[in-house]
């Protein structure tokens, strides 16, 4: 059983920059695909950026690709988000996410087994 926790969050304005992080426990860290997901008011949760158990692959939704930067470390177990340029539609709850699992679509949210509590990104204009 993994346990994650987020922390990070916060109030920034546009064009800031926060770096989110998640800490592992409870099991092998590099025995997991990590993934962050964002909730946006009135909306369904959706992948962010995913990030393979060796931290090789990674994968980004097209609206944060060349702002936000998903990395792992497997000393510290873990994984980090680095948002860059924020902008008022990156306002959500952000959740760390793990999966055990293999061969599967890294961006489905159906994939992932562990989750944290969420942290609160809120970016004023």
């Known amino acids: 059983q993994v346990q994650l926790v987020e922390s990070g969050g916060g109030l920034v304005q546009t064009g800031g920059s926060l770096r989110l992080s998640c800490a592992a426990s409870?099991?092998?860290?590099?025995?997991?695909?990590m993934g962050w997901f964002r909730q946006r008011p009135g909306k369904e949760r959706e992948i962010v950026a995913g990030?393979?158990?060796?931290?090789?692959?990674?994968v980004y939704a097209d609206s944060v690709k060349g702002r936000f930067t998903i990395t792992r470390d497997s000393v510290k177990n873990t994984v980090s988000l680095q948002m860059n340029n924020l902008k008022p539609e990156d306002t959500a709850v952000y959740y760390c996410?793990?999966?055990?699992?293999?061969?599967?679509?890294?961006?489905?949210?159906?994939?992932?087994?562990?989750w944290g509590q969420g942290t609160q990104v809120t970016v004023s204009s």
């Open positions: 996410a793990a999966t055990p699992r293999v061969q599967v679509d890294p961006k489905s949210s159906a994939v992932y087994d562990y």
């Open positions: 409870g099991g092998t860290f590099t025995n997991y695909r």
């Open positions: 990030i393979s158990r060796s931290g090789v692959f990674t």
